[in-house]
């Protein structure tokens, strides 16, 4: 089963950074895509950021691009979603997910079940 347990998130003010980890659950992520997946307040889920297995490709929505960044600890079985600049807009539940391929329109299957996520609240 492909499940991620996410954690990092917390109230931060606008404008400021937090990192977000997943570890994955009961699997080796050495072999797979990796994504993260926001849900807003009543809003539907944006996948926002991939990277390939080995860590040299990443793409990003444009609404995260040039203040996130994505990277992977294949040997700690973790990944992470570093944010900076946050903006209240970016407030909402962050989840991992294994993707079928990482592009830029994030249109390829999703894998495994939904964790937990995280929550991330950007106010002041």
């Known amino acids: 089963q492909l499940h991620f347990v996410e954690s990092g998130g917390g109230l931060v003010q606008p404008g400021g950074s937090l990192k977000l980890s997943c570890s994955a659950n009961g699997f080796n992520m050495q072999y797979y895509v990796i994504g993260w997946v926001r849900q807003a307040p009543g809003k539907e889920r944006e996948a926002i950021s991939c990277i390939i297995n080995t860590g040299t490709t990443t793409n990003y929505a444009d609404s995260v691009k040039g203040r996130f960044t994505i990277s992977r600890d294949n040997i700690a079985n973790t990944a992470f979603l570093q944010m900076n600049n946050l903006r209240p807009d970016d407030t909402g539940v962050y989840y991992c997910?294994?993707?079928?391929?990482?592009?830029?329109?994030?249109?390829?299957?999703?894998?495994?079940?939904w964790g937990p996520g995280t929550r991330v609240t950007v106010s002041s």
């Open positions: 997910v294994v993707r079928e391929m990482c592009d830029s329109k994030f249109e390829n299957p999703i894998f495994g079940s």
